[in-house]
């Protein structure tokens, strides 16, 4: 199975930036799609960015887009996050899968490798 390693989250003030990575290993071909999400206290995951190397297409949930931006090379999937804001206050999570439909794409349900998670978070 795969194993992702988040890192790169943090404490910072809103406005600022921060740049998450995720390292995955223990696979022979390279999932398709990979994936930020993040869940906030109370609430449930929700997709933020995914990225798909069939193509390099990438999809961005509405809150995010314009702020944050996927990328992803080799064995890594990034996410850079600019102009934060305290509801981006959240443990982020990468998550790959292989294959699947871009309707479901930014759903945590069709997606079984995870990582442990990384603390963000932002201060007014």
């Known amino acids: 199975s795969v194993q992702l390693v988040e890192s790169g989250g943090g404490s910072v003030q809103a406005g600022g930036s921060l740049r998450l990575s995720c390292a995955a290993s223990?696979?022979?071909?390279?999932?398709?799609?990979w994936t930020w999400f993040r869940q906030a206290p109370g609430q449930e995951r929700e997709g933020v960015a995914t990225?798909?190397?069939?193509?390099?297409d990438i999809r961005y949930a509405d809150s995010v887009k314009g702020r944050f931006t996927i990328s992803q090379a080799r064995n890594m999937v990034s996410l850079h996050m600019d102009s934060l804001k305290p509801d981006d206050t959240a443990v982020y999570y990468c998550a790959v899968r292989y294959g699947g439909s871009w309707d479901t794409a930014l759903s945590e349900t069709s997606y079984t490798s995870w990582g442990q998670g990384t603390q963000v978070t932002v201060s007014s």
């Open positions: 990225f798909y190397t069939g193509d390099g």
């Open positions: 223990g696979y022979g071909i390279s999932p398709n799609f």
